[in-house]
């Protein structure tokens, strides 16, 4: 039975630098501040299914929702830029705000860009993307009373 989703991986070229942001931003503290690393380990090879594989994680936590940031040493990436909204696989996650004017200059201040745009108020959403200090898209959405996908109908 699937329970629902544990937590959301991101590939990183700086971790602290993305640490810091995730925390600042969103309030994610560390799960167990040493993280974890591997190198020359066939098991992890198999489970990430990328031959040769190093790298540093750790777990950040915020609320209910988990995000595993992920440092890869080895292999060197085919591409550095990061998936775009319309490449093919996970290309963002959303967060859900309440204030989303004074949320948004948080995040600003915490690193994010928003290319000089402002978020647009579709009716039972307010929303725009953005991106994190490495490029990496985060949607912003702040949904209006009777949304039928608000985060309080995920409670009953």
């Given at each position: 039975m699937i329970r629902g989703i544990h937590h959301v991986?991101?590939?990183c070229r700086d971790m602290a630098r993305m640490q810091k942001f995730y925390g600042e931003?969103?309030?994610f503290k560390p799960v167990d501040e040493e993280g974890f690393a591997w190198a020359d380990e066939p098991m992890m090879d198999h489970i990430v299914d990328v031959?040769?594989?190093a790298a540093k994680g750790i777990m950040l936590r915020a609320g209910t929702c988990y995000l595993e940031l992920f440092q890869y040493s080895a292999p060197p990436p085919e591409s550095p830029e990061p998936q775009?909204?319309?490449d093919r696989g996970y290309t963002h996650f959303c967060v859900?705000?309440?204030e989303?004017?004074?949320d948004i200059v948080l995040l600003k201040q915490c690193?994010?860009?928003f290319n000089d745009r402002d978020f647009v108020d579709v009716g039972h959403v307010k929303t725009i993307y953005g991106y994190d200090p490495e490029g990496n898209v985060i949607e912003v959405q702040q949904c209006a009373?009777?949304?039928?996908?608000?985060?309080?109908?995920?409670?009953?």
């Open positions: 991986g991101i590939n931003a969103f309030g031959k040769g594989s775009r909204p319309h859900d705000v309440t989303m004017e004074k690193g994010m860009t009373p009777g949304n039928a996908f608000a985060l309080e109908k995920l409670a009953k």
